[in-house]
């Protein structure tokens, strides 16, 4: 009875000593990529932990031929109707239209969409048809969509470690919105304008921490550019409001 007494105690030492360091590493590595000061190294990790994603860039289908619907496939109507557009004016002079116009789809229904068109367009000089170019800065938006969350977060509740874990959840869990961002051409408009929303927000929240007129104009210049990607940007004033609440 006393060995097995002393084996359960042994092995509960040696688990509680486990535990320890396990915690131990936590720390340190939250404290080697802390969201406020190392916001850089824990880019990094973002963009490791999203480099398995690359495999949605690599293994996307290429259907280019006609304007079918395959919402599961790369290329469908919406892809079409932009291409089809870019191939027809990319000119400097169709840029500047797309900021009092009409986005780059020309649907029925208008959107004001520039920077997303301007991103695009970009997009297409770089890579023409070749649509890993297009998904491989979609695939980016993420890794920053990642990195700005666990900044947010951390500012928020402020906490190092539940903003790391939110980066890490952000990355690691494959949400179906994660792969249409990521396969869909005309889902840039959602991975631009969460990008530049966050940024607005964190940088509100660091106004209104330090009080630093900077602050508030970049945040209101990252608001503007969310704005002139997708129209969801509207919701701000009170995201902004809830998130200094």
Known sequence: MNDCFHQLNHFWQRGVEGVARGYQLVR???????????????LLVMVALNVPKLVLVVRAPNHISSPNIAFDTWFYHDEYHILKALDKDHSLRQVVRWFYGNWVEQTPNPYYRPLTSVSLWVDYLLWRHNHRGYLLTSWFLQCLTGWLLALLVTRVVHNAACGVLTGVMFALVWLPSSRT????????????????????????????????????LASSGAALMALWSKEMAIALPLLAALCGF
């Not at 404290?31 to 850089?40: F, L, N, T």
């Not at 005309?186 to 007129?213: K, N, Y």
């Open 28 to 42: 340190r590595g939250i404290a080697w990529c802390h969201p406020w000061r190392q916001p850089y190294r824990l």
């Open 181 to 216: 961002v990521i396969h869909h051409m005309s889902a840039r408009t959602d991975g631009l304008c969460a990008v530049w929303m966050l940024v607005a927000l964190v940088g509100t929240l660091r106004w209104i921490d330090t009080g630093h007129r900077r602050w508030l």
